[in-house]
T-cell receptor
Framework: LAKTTQPISMDSYEGQEVNITCSHN???????ITWYQQFPSQGPRFIIQ???TKVTNEVASLFIPADRKSSTLSLPRVSLSDTAVYYC?????????????FGDGTTLTVKP | EAGVAQSPRYKIIEKRQSVAFWCNPI?????LYWYQQILGQGPKLLIQ????????DSQLPKDRFSAERLKGVDSTLKIQPAKLEDSAVYLC??????????????FGPGTRLTVT
């Protein structure tokens, strides 16, 4: 089971780019990296998933170095509405092998 | 596409009472998960169903918690008897494909349980 480590909290200002890093030193060969966003009083929402190098969608980018022992979620030009908790998960999506566990996440606060 | 539905949204009970939560996943989603989220912590997986079979219930406190997913669609999570430490938000999620909880999941709004 790959354990993940994220900063507890981060502050940013509107319009800035925010990078949240997740450490997963014991990631397995078949593990994927997934990020979720959670607003207060809501369930988590899938943001992005990747295996290696770079993945980009309409809301974020995910950077994964060659050794895959860490990953960085990049949010371009954040707004106040991006204030939320962000979770990094690592796990094998193809089989029932192992488990994927939510850590305590990173609380991002965007200020005006 | 309708999302994951959960009810009730809020529940307050006294310790030693019983409570049940209901979840209706997204249509066609084979996998259903129940999580417990204590304030300030990330969601903790309690149980995972694949259709109507249990895939993983290793973190379910089986002496007081039970869950079922009849006919592979709706699911019910029950706590009997409740303890103060069960106060949390109970989240239901579903995913289209088989696999571990690493696969993309769609979460419901949760049920906030307060045990007094």
């Amino acid at each position: 089971l790959a354990k993940t480590t994220q900063p507890i909290s981060m502050d940013s200002y509107e319009g800035q780019e925010v990078n949240i890093t997740c450490s997963h030193n014991n990631i397995a060969t078949n593990d994927y990296i997934t990020w979720y966003q959670q607003f207060p009083s809501q369930g988590p929402r899938f943001i992005i998933q990747g295996y290696k190098t770079k993945v980009t969608n309409e809301v974020a980018s995910l950077f994964i170095p060659a050794d895959r022992k860490s990953s960085t979620l990049s949010l371009p030009r954040v707004s106040l509405s991006d204030t939320a908790v962000y979770y990094c998960l690592v796990g094998d999506i193809n089989t029932n092998a192992g488990k994927s566990t939510f850590g305590d996440g990173t609380t991002l606060t965007v200020k005006p | 596409e309708a999302g994951v539905a959960q009810s009730p949204r809020y529940k307050i009970i006294e310790k030693r009472q019983s409570v049940a939560f209901w979840c209706n996943p997204i249509s066609g989603h084979a996998t259903l998960y129940w999580y417990q989220q204590i304030l300030g912590q990330g969601p903790k997986l309690l149980i995972q169903f694949q259709n109507n079979g249990v895939v993983d219930d290793s973190q379910l406190p089986k002496d007081r918690f039970s869950a079922e997913r009849l006919k592979g669609v709706d699911s019910t999570l029950k706590i009997q008897p409740a303890k103060l430490e069960d106060s949390a938000v109970y989240l239901c999620a579903s995913s289209l494909k088989r696999g571990t909880a690493a696969y993309e999941q769609y979460f419901g709004p949760g049920t906030r349980l307060t045990v007094t």
